[in-house]
């Protein structure tokens, strides 16, 4: 075993004689790789969410209490995946956790038992949302440095795009076969089709094979930040306002992507306009990636963070009143819109605040975060309709807190280093 583990690391593919930088390779099974995290995803489990509580006699509190704790088991992933992507490589590591979520995702669409459920949740979230994430966001890293603005930015299109064509495809088979026909099929889409693209195309980082980094970007893209330490990154206000303003969409998107369905069916709008809505907030969101890029380069990063909370507070204070398909549609395309602003903003942010020495333990805090408030999300979307019969109260009360935050980001100062 350890000379296959030594021969899928260091013997690379020979190069074809290409002016391209490998590296945009790397980029598009990347952003497939994110896409295959959908099984693993709130929006995903949202396509089914409704079909499996009757399915399996579920109620919603249940059900987000079983999410909660899949989604925080699954969090802990993160890290050894980390660790075995510096020792094994990339290759080697996008082949086995592909492997296994297929597996996961094939086993969850025959299982009939709750506590079988909520084992196969765990290791989906465990496998999908935190181990394929990270293996796809790293092998974008590890293949560039002065362009990995551009190279993030062009991933998050194609990721956008892949999320945009995977919404109708699995909500219409769900429709039309049922949860676990629709299930099976990216089950098998994981293990036949993402394990060998990754078998194939996924090379060993540019130093592991002797080969240059990509050295041709332009000067100005060299980030001038300073160096923060983990600890000193944490002593600074925008840190935190910048990490809680991106937990709270997290958590608003992970609520209502998992209960979407049902908080339009209580404005009484049928399946088929949840399902377009998604297509619309995934369309919108790879819009407010290309603003959201645009505006970055020209505006303080704090002006785009405070314009993206306010259209999240205007949205949920607008969503309890929704009465037609248009007021959907325009719901949709405002939380897109704000989505892709966010997103473009998590990317960037950390690394070009606090710098590179410690990013990976800076942007790991942020985006434990963001996953605490993501498996939060639909539990207190779920207890707030279980004790008050509506969802109205909860999406007024997150209004208000996406407001506060608006101001703070829009008043946090520029930290400055002062390095231990």
């Known amino acids: 075993m350890p000379d296959v583990v030594t021969e899928l690391r260091k013997r690379p593919a020979a190069p074809a004689p290409s002016s391209?930088?490998?590296?945009?390779?790397?980029v598009g099974v990347a952003a497939l790789a994110?896409?295959?995290?959908?099984?693993?995803?709130?929006?995903g489990l949202g396509l089914i969410t409704e079909s499996l509580l009757q399915d399996l006699r579920l109620d919603r509190v249940a059900f987000g209490q079983m999410n909660l704790w899949a989604t925080l088991l699954g969090s802990?992933?993160?890290?050894?995946?980390?660790?075995?992507l510096d020792q094994l490589g990339g290759r080697l590591v996008i082949t086995m956790v592909s492997l296994a979520l297929g597996g996961v995702v094939l086993a969850m669409s025959r299982t009939s038992s709750?506590?079988?459920?909520?084992?196969?949740?765990?290791?989906?979230?465990?496998?999908?949302?935190?181990?394929?994430?990270?293996v796809s966001l790293t092998l974008v890293g590890?293949?560039?440095?002065r362009r990995l603005n551009l190279a993030m930015a062009l991933y998050s299109v194609l990721l956008s795009v892949g999320f945009m064509a995977a919404f109708p495809l699995v909500g219409g088979a769900v429709l039309a076969k049922g949860w676990r026909y629709a299930w099976a099929d990216i089950g098998g889409f994981l293990v036949f089709g993402l394990v060998p693209l990754g078998l194939l195309l996924v090379r060993p980082r540019p130093e592991d094979a002797g080969l240059p980094l990509e050295d041709n970007a332009a000067p100005e893209e060299k980030s001038a930040a300073p160096d923060f330490t983990w600890a000193a990154a944490l002593r600074t206000p925008a840190f935190w306002v910048f990490a809680l303003a991106s937990s709270i969409y997290s958590l608003i998107a992970s609520g209502i992507g998992l209960f979407n369905q049902s908080i339009l069916a209580e404005r009484g709008f049928a399946p088929v306009v949840y399902h377009r809505s998604l297509v619309i907030i995934a369309l919108t969101s790879l819009a407010g990636n290309f603003l959201g890029g645009w505006l970055a380069a020209r505006w303080n990063v704090n002006r785009l963070m405070a314009l993206a909370m306010g259209l999240l507070a205007g949205v949920l204070l607008a969503l309890p009143s929704l009465k037609t398909v248009g007021h959907v549609n325009m719901f949709a395309l405002v939380m897109g819109l704000s989505g892709g602003f966010v997103i473009v903003i998590f990317f960037s942010f950390w690394a070009n605040t606090f710098g590179r020495v410690q990013l990976g333990r800076i942007q790991g805090t942020a985006q434990m975060m963001t996953v605490l408030a993501s498996a939060a999300g639909p539990l207190l979307l779920a207890k707030c309709q279980s004790w008050t019969g509506s969802y109205a109260i909860v999406f007024y009360l997150l209004a208000g807190f996406a407001g506060?935050?608006?101001l703070a980001v829009w008043k946090v100062g520029s930290p400055r280093a002062k390095n231990e």
């Not at 802990?76 to 075995?84: D, H, N, S, T, Y």
């Not at 590890?142 to 440095?145: E, R, S």
């Open 142 to 145: 590890q293949w560039f440095k």
């Open 34 to 43: 994110m896409v295959g995290t959908l099984p693993g995803r709130t929006q």
């Open 114 to 134: 709750p506590w079988l459920m909520f084992l196969w949740l765990v290791l989906s979230r465990g496998l999908g949302q935190s181990a394929l994430s990270v």
């Open 76 to 84: 802990l992933f993160c890290l050894p995946v980390g660790r075995l």
């Open 20 to 26: 391209l930088y490998y590296g945009w390779v790397i």
């Open 404 to 406: 506060t935050l608006a």
